[in-house]
């Protein structure tokens, strides 16, 4: 069976991620291309289209034009939501780019779309799909940890602002490094610890280092006049059954404690960290121990023939999850939970009091 798709956005995170994790699907058509700037459509078609794949410019037409089996959407934050409805609304299934919306309001609405349409709706979180990621939440699952009742989510570089597209527009996406960088690893900690209810959040945003001259940057100084978002933040996090997450996130920070898309958990029997690869620690008869778990290929059964790449892994568990008609890995319910928590750290940051959750 084929599966015809499109892509609506065809900007860095389709031509880095999801295109070429696609063309090495065999039962995956890709047929359409869409883009606000026609010739990226082109060139994305030229590349990795089928023999009568065509382009568009506008999405509305693409969908009208063209019979499809799913979309993937890959457009700034605040478009997700409408163009992921209207997809779903013309009976195609959707692979949407983290976050799931720019708003908690706009998360919901187009899991109500799911639900009304029968589609399937998957969010982008392909950190979940790495060898150590899929490791720790089997270990997590079959309860080594015991209950995981602190959890730290990272996701802090020391200077690396994307300065291309829209990602320092406010407007466009919501905010910066925590909306952008900082949703992976609390969509990594949420996962591990199985717990989506969260009671309180108090949350703080900074603009420390975004009005800088010439800054040091890995892709090169930024404007500070386009630079619209926070390049800092900082979140405490409570559950409603007492656990606790600390989010850090960052574009820009004076830190060498530098680590993104990974997780640090402690549970009654035992804790986990990602810093410096995968380690569990724990007490084994009144003695402390550390083991290292050594994820080369081959080097544990679970995971031999296993790729290594995450964005391919996503891709085919997505496929799968149409041809077999299961639930994605990603569930939509999830990623609305971490938009939820984003926007009551902005929202906090913002008043300088906690938001609280309905219970």
């Not at 499109?6 to 359409?32: Q, S």
Request: proline share 3%.
């Amino acid at each position: 069976m084929s599966l015809k798709v499109g892509i609506i956005g065809c900007g860095g995170i389709a031509t880095g991620k999801h295109l070429p994790a696609l063309a090495k699907i065999k039962e995956v058509e890709l047929v359409a291309f869409c883009d606000v700037i026609l010739e990226r459509a082109e060139k994305s078609c030229e590349e990795y289209g089928s023999e009568e794949a065509k382009v568009f410019s506008d999405y509305q037409e693409m969908l009208a034009a063209c019979d499809l089996d799913l979309v993937h959407v890959l457009t700034p934050n605040s478009s997700h939501a409408e163009i992921s409805i209207a997809v779903m609304e013309v009976g195609c299934h959707v692979m949407c780019e983290k976050p799931m919306a720019k708003t908690s309001v706009e998360a919901k609405k187009m899991l109500a779309a799911a639900k009304k349409t029968g589609k399937k709706l998957t969010i982008g979180y392909q950190n979940r799909f790495r060898k150590d990621s899929q490791y720790l939440h089997t270990v997590c699952s079959e309860g080594e940890l015991g209950d995981i009742y602190f959890g730290k989510a990272h996701a802090i570089r020391r200077r690396a602002v994307p300065t291309w597209g829209v990602f320092l527009d406010e407007e466009a996406q919501g905010g910066g490094p925590l909306i952008d960088i900082g949703t992976h690893a609390l969509d990594l900690t949420l996962w591990m610890m199985n717990n989506y209810k969260p009671k309180f959040v108090v949350g703080t945003a900074y603009r420390k280092l975004a009005e800088m001259e010439n800054a040091a940057n890995a892709w090169g100084s930024w404007d500070p006049k386009e630079y619209k978002v926070e390049d800092s933040a900082f979140g405490f996090i409570t559950m409603e059954n007492g656990a606790t997450i600390f989010l850090e996130a960052s574009w820009a920070l004076n830190s060498l404690d530098v680590k993104e898309a990974k997780t640090t958990l402690c549970g009654t029997k035992a804790g986990a960290d990602m810093n410096d690869g995968l380690t569990i620690n724990g007490e084994d008869h009144s003695t402390l121990y550390e083991k290292k778990i050594e994820l080369e290929p081959g080097g544990v059964d679970f995971y031999d023939g296993a790729s290594d790449d995450p964005a391919y892994n996503e891709a085919r568990a997505w496929i799968d999850a149409i041809l077999n008609d299961t639930e994605p890995l990603v569930k939509p319910e999830q990623a609305l939970v971490v938009t939820e928590i984003l926007e009551a750290m902005y929202q906090s940051s913002a008043s300088g009091e906690p938001v609280y959750f309905e219970q």
